[in-house]
């Protein structure tokens, strides 16, 4: 049984930074990609940042220079460094971890509100 499990959300200000983690377990190592996405209030999920197993990274372009996202080795643990945090940033963020379509794994989601 696949977990996931995402931590580190929170209330910063603007120009702060946060850092999300994320842990697949119960899953092979071996997995295709893990993702980072975010859902605001009224909006559609969308995709912040994905890391494939070989390292290959993507990003949204609104995070893109401000956010990092990285995976240790061999694990199926990602994280997600957010700097420069916009209020428009504020959202619940999802870890999804992803060995295949009928592998395809989701966390619960960690609130990130940005606000002075």
């Known amino acids: 049984q696949v977990q996931v499990v995402e931590s580190g959300g929170g209330l910063v200000q603007p120009g702060g930074s946060l850092r999300l983690s994320c842990v697949a377990s119960?899953?092979?190592?071996?997995?295709?990609?893990m993702g980072w996405h975010r859902q605001a209030p009224g909006k559609q999920r969308e995709l912040v940042a994905v890391?494939?197993?070989?390292?290959?990274?993507n990003y949204a372009d609104s995070v893109k220079g401000r956010f990092t996202i990285s995976r240790e080795n061999g694990k199926t643990t990602v994280y997600l460094q957010m700097n420069s945090l916009k209020p428009e940033d504020t959202a619940v963020y999802y870890c999804?971890?992803?060995?295949?379509?009928?592998?395809?794994?989701w966390g619960q989601g960690t609130q990130v509100i940005v606000s002075s």
């Open positions: 119960g899953g092979a190592s071996s997995i295709y990609s």
């Open positions: 890391i494939t197993g070989g390292g290959r990274t």
């Open positions: 999804n971890a992803y060995w295949g379509p009928k592998s395809d794994y």
